[in-house]
């Protein structure tokens, strides 16, 4: 038994005393709510730590801005995940309210003097990401002995789903400058990358590696840390990722073949870990023709449904024997950008009043709603049910 909260993008929680069900179905009956339900599935991200941990040759922090929820931060840790990659004084903060002995990273590239402060000192921030001569300064002015600095390298633009080559990023031969300069003032010496998020191309990491390998010999000082960043993809319909081993195989392998093997390797993974994690009910409130008018859209939850065109698994909460018909979304604002092209397919009859479950809403769902147009209101509940979509390297290992 649970309890349910229902609260806006912008608002603190608010709490009912009722006792829920823990499966999706009865909940949704009980409640036959008009606002978007977030069903959180706990068990399912512990397992997924406890899988990624388990596979990976190396260090895990979770990249909290793919879903900072409280709740799941705890089934994190539970899972065994003890390293936080935070971007903001703000996910610092969060973070050590809730786990005193947390390693915390600071892994944006650029930072505000205040938030370096504030992590340096009152938070036992010690490893800071940088990509410019101007952030490397900062830190120094901002930090002391002991310090971590990890220069953070671009990438060429890959085969990720979200292409993360653009914004962050030292290029090689600066990069290479910015380790020579920095080795005499870190405690730990570091490079890092991101291949793009949702990559699912195991050989876009060895290619990363082989990469930050070149500028590493090339820079001629001793490096400690290698971090291999997020990406690492999950199931949607119609795509299948080769298994997270496949991914940590590729990885081991490159470490191995650029003699890499004396650093401390980490990971950085967000949606790895946290996608299978939660779904959300929403309720259809208008059927025209093939087109769904629901109460979650791309201010909401589904900002991935709309210009990104990313696909979820969906289920009709109700019995129906109708031949499936591929549906769009339309959300709840008054901007026709709010459209989710899908195709989503739902059985022939679906109607006014029915409620569908949105799968794989963990990562980049909750943490990206806005209080647009007023539709901000939205439940959070856990269950114990199985995740929509399972990714192959994460099948649950242990009973929820
Ligand atoms: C967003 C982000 C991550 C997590 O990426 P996923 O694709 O969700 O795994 C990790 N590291 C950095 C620096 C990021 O910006």
Request: glycine share 10%; net charge neutral; aromatic share 8%.
């Amino acid at each position: 038994m649970t309890d349910i909260r229902f609260r806006g993008a912008v608002s603190g929680p608010r709490r009912t005393a009722e006792k829920l069900p823990r499966s999706v179905d009865a909940l949704i009956a009980r409640l036959r709510p008009e606002e978007p339900v977030h069903c959180l599935r706990p068990a399912v991200m512990e397992n997924a730590a406890r899988s990624f941990l388990a596979a990976f040759p190396g260090e895990t922090l979770y990249a909290v801005k793919c879903n900072p929820e409280p709740a799941v931060l705890r089934a994190l840790w539970r899972g065994g995940v003890r390293r936080f990659d935070c971007a903001s004084i703000g996910e610092v903060r969060l973070v050590r309210s809730m786990f005193a002995d947390a390693a915390i990273h600071f892994m944006h590239p650029v930072k505000p003097r205040g938030a370096i402060r504030e992590a340096w000192q009152r938070h036992g921030v010690r490893d800071f990401v940088l990509d410019s001569a101007e952030e490397l300064a900062k830190l120094l002015e901002e930090t002391g002995e002991g310090r971590g600095l990890v220069v953070r390298l671009a990438l060429p633009k890959g085969g990720a789903m979200y292409d993360l080559s653009g914004k962050f990023g030292a290029q090689p031969a600066n990069a290479v400058a910015l380790l020579r300069t920095a080795r005499p003032h870190a405690a730990m010496l570091g490079v890092s990358f991101h291949v793009g998020s949702q990559c699912l191309e195991p050989a876009a990491y060895a290619r990363a590696i082989a990469l930050a390998a070149s500028v590493i010999r090339e820079a001629g000082v001793a490096v400690d840390l290698l971090d291999v960043g997020g990406g690492f993809p999950v199931a949607y319909p119609d795509i299948v990722p080769a298994p997270l081993a496949d991914f940590c195989g590729a990885i081991a392998d490159a470490v191995k073949a650029n003699r890499l093997q004396g650093l401390a390797l980490w990971a950085e993974p967000g949606r790895a870990l946290v996608a299978a994690g939660t779904s959300v009910v929403l309720q259809v409130q208008h059927r025209r023709g093939l087109e769904l008018f629901v109460n979650d859209g791309v201010y909401g939850a589904l900002s991935d449904a709309g210009a990104p065109g990313f696909r979820f698994p969906v289920r009709l909460l109700r019995d129906s024997s109708a031949t499936e018909l591929p549906f769009a979304f339309f959300g709840p604002t008054c901007d026709s950008a709010d459209r989710m092209a899908g195709p989503f397919l739902l059985p022939a009859d679906v109607a006014e009043g029915d409620w569908i479950e949105v799968g794989q809403l963990g990562a980049y769902g909750a943490s990206l709603r806005t209080a647009f147009n007023g539709f901000d209101k939205a439940g959070i509940v856990e269950v114990a049910d199985a995740p929509l979509l399972m990714t192959p390297g994460y099948e649950m290992t242990k009973a929820a």
